[in-house]
């Protein structure tokens, strides 16, 4: 048996009841630490609050080598952690789909995922979000110009894009590193992003949002991360309405 639990958004207290049951009636546990990760807790933190000794995950583990889980998984109970919610990552489908393929049985335990706590956190609507994309941090003669194309895109539609923030083992991208990537590609594209929403830590205690045009955002002070940005379409009343109350808008 394979069993995906999501974590939540921060940090080990963001389980539900049935995730928690779920690992301490585990045999084997492993976190997947490459797609997101619980920036309140600690990997130690995590096996001493669920009482099991837990494996970390990387990228290569799980795409390439997920071999010795999916042995466990034939002959006993096994648990793939991961922040938020666990179907969000393709990855993961994948992953799910490949253990099907051995006949091996698989369930999923949901949880909050930050796809659909940016709602929550800047009043923008969830029925007006398009494509999402992803900002990767620029390699040497390599910076694609992907995510300029989607909000452009999305832009013209009057839809909202989602933009996710690299994660490079202990480097995380910031939202004004970020716009700073978007506003050189988008001059090369000769457009213009009028508005940005900036978030820090949801799901933390002391979540930051920061909306503005790029000058703001470039020069706001986030703190640590996870961070994660929106480009806003045309906004609603109540959408620019929460974005000045809640944003600085």
């Not at 069993?3 to 585990?26: H, P, W």
């Not at 990228?59 to 042995?71: A, F, G, K, S």
């Not at 940005?196 to 986030?222: C, H, L, N, T, W």
Request: net charge negative.
């Amino acid at each position: 048996m394979l069993t995906f639990v999501g974590l939540g958004l921060y940090d080990k207290t963001d389980i539900s009841e049935k995730g928690l049951s779920c690992i301490r009636n585990a045999d084997h546990v492993y976190l997947e630490c490459y797609t997101s990760r619980l920036m309140g807790t600690t990997i130690e933190e995590l096996g001493n609050f669920y009482g099991k000794p837990i494996c970390p995950l990387f990228r290569e583990d799980v795409e390439q080598h997920p071999e010795d889980m999916l042995n466990r998984a034939e002959q006993s109970s096994v648990v793939f952690l991961c922040a938020g919610d666990p179907m969000v990552s393709t990855t993961h489908a994948d992953l799910r789909m490949r253990a099907a393929k051995r006949g091996i049985r698989t369930a999923i335990i949901h949880a909050a995922s930050i796809s659909s706590a940016v709602c929550g956190v800047s009043g923008l609507q969830n029925y007006r979000f398009g494509k999402s994309c992803s900002v990767p941090f620029p390699q040497k003669n390599w910076s694609p110009t992907t995510p300029i194309d989607v909000i452009a895109q999305n832009l013209s539609l009057r839809l909202h894009t989602l933009v996710y923030l690299d994660i490079q083992d202990n480097r995380y991208m910031t939202v004004p590193e970020a716009v700073a990537l978007l506003e050189a590609m988008a001059e090369k594209k000769v457009c213009s992003i009028p508005l940005y929403v900036g978030i820090a830590r949801a799901g933390s205690d002391q979540p930051v949002i920061i909306a503005g045009p790029a000058e703001k955002i470039i020069s706001a002070d986030f703190g640590p991360p996870l961070h994660i940005l929106i480009v806003p379409a045309e906004l609603h009343d109540m959408e620019r309405e929460y974005l000045e109350i809640f944003a600085g808008l």
